[in-house]
């Protein structure tokens, strides 16, 4: 794909200013919104008529393939393209430097962009993302890309296809996500998700294809689906999304405000959360161990992970979580060490071959205990975690 930008020039007749007289901030403008399309810049040269009989390499300005999401310093790509333009069409020697504000050509390979597709990717260069501004998505108040998937690091998410992937490290414009063909985890454009959460913004949909969301749809859509009032439907699958309203929004007090996504690790407001669990108290049973603490000594677990819940299972709050203690229990269930049978009864991983300590004896403490969070109505999710989560391997035990 080729993007032009004509030449700065004199006045004419008539006109108020010279001709692209904002040459410059005007690349700058492109080269950044081109960055936030992940572009790969193929190769820049002069594309004015008087240089044309020049071969390619005689007016070539910077040379490709270039990742714009790797460039940190935009001004100084703007400056090595307009620095260059100085002697191109120049005789051998000569001691004056021409007009460095030419007519130039960036070639690009734009991911999700086509080459049918120039009139779009115009039109989206045109207007400012969310990432382009530095602002949050305003339609519905979602959350930033980069500030959603820090808030998903290390939590195990599904695409519609049900295939985990797992944020392992967001970086200044990519994401390492781990899955199970690339355990040591792949590089996925933060940009991607960005103009998905915009898409999803715009349109309270989003279609779960590479046209729509880009080569890790998948991946995409799955993180799009963590949102509070997000869900996949239909077939070919989509990403729906219904802002709640207020009644709702009280109603799922895991969710609080939509801003808070960000900052709880979409998993629970927890000061609500832990409140509703303990009816109001201000201490409360952990429902693995059995002893009682503080509400600040207890964490909102989610007996299924949330982040494949159905939107009807998060706003089951009082059957899809439990409060399990911070001093080891919610780490051995979420882990997988521990699980509760369909009888209540908390089981665990053999802890037999390991020495005498504390990682022991917690596990022996916890064997056979009845589990305070059991009942008819959350044993769907306790089955999911015994399926899923605790079932054994043998590199575990």
């Known amino acids: 794909m080729n993007l032009v930008l004509e030449s ?3 006045r004419a007749a008539g006109a108020d200013r010279p001709r692209n007289h904002q040459y410059v901030p ?6 950044t919104r081109l960055r936030d399309q992940q572009a790969v810049l193929l190769s820049a040269l002069v594309a004015s008529t008087r240089v044309s009989g020049l071969s390619e390499a005689e007016r070539t300005l910077v040379k490709g393939p270039r990742k714009l999401a790797e460039v940190d310093d935009i001004e100084q790509l703007r400056l090595e393209i307009t620095s260059a333009q100085g002697r191109v069409g120049l005789p051998t020697g000569a001691s004056k430097e021409g007009n460095n504000r030419k007519r130039i050509q960036l070639r690009l390979d734009v991911p999700g962009y086509g080459l049918d597709d120039a009139a779009q990717l115009a039109a989206d260069l045109a207007a400012p993302s969310a990432v382009t501004t530095g602002q949050p998505v305003k339609a519905y108040g979602l959350p930033e890309a980069k500030d959603l998937l820090d808030a998903l690091i290390g939590v195990e998410i599904r695409t ?4 985990p992937n797992t944020v392992l490290e967001v970086r200044v414009a990519h994401v390492l996500v781990k899955t199970d063909r690339s355990p040591d985890g792949q590089v996925v454009d933060i940009g991607e998700v960005q103009r998905g959460l915009d898409k999803l913004a715009e349109h309270g949909s989003v279609r779960v294809t590479v046209d729509e969301l880009g080569h890790r749809s998948a991946f995409v859509g799955a993180v799009l689906a963590t949102l509070p009032g997000a869900r996949f439907t239909g077939s070919p699958a989509e990403v729906t999304f219904d802002e709640p309203s207020g009644d709702e929004v009280a109603e799922d007090l895991h969710f609080g405000e939509l801003d808070a996504v960000a900052k709880v690790k979409v998993r629970t407001e927890q000061a609500k959360l832990r409140k509703l669990l303990a009816r109001g108290a201000t201490s409360a049973v952990c429902a693995l161990c059995g002893d009682q603490y503080p509400l600040t000594f207890l964490i ?16 089951d709050l009082l059957h899809v979580a439990m409060l399990a203690c911070s001093f080891g229990c919610d780490s051995l269930y979420e882990l997988g060490w521990v699980t509760v049978d369909q009888h209540g009864i908390v089981q665990t991983r053999s802890g037999d071959s390991f020495p005498e300590g504390i990682f022991r004896n917690r596990l022996l403490h916890l064997q056979g205990r009845g589990c305070a969070a059991h009942s008819v109505d959350s044993e769907p999710y306790f089955a999911w975690h015994r399926m899923t989560v605790f079932a054994p391997s043998d590199s575990q035990v």
Do not use: S, W
């Open 8 to 10: 700065a020039g004199g």
């Open 26 to 31: 005007a690349l700058r403008l492109l080269l």
């Open 160 to 163: 519609v296809a049900g295939r």
């Open 300 to 315: 909102a677990a989610h007996i299924k992970k949330r982040a494949i819940c159905t939107d009807q299972e998060r706003r």
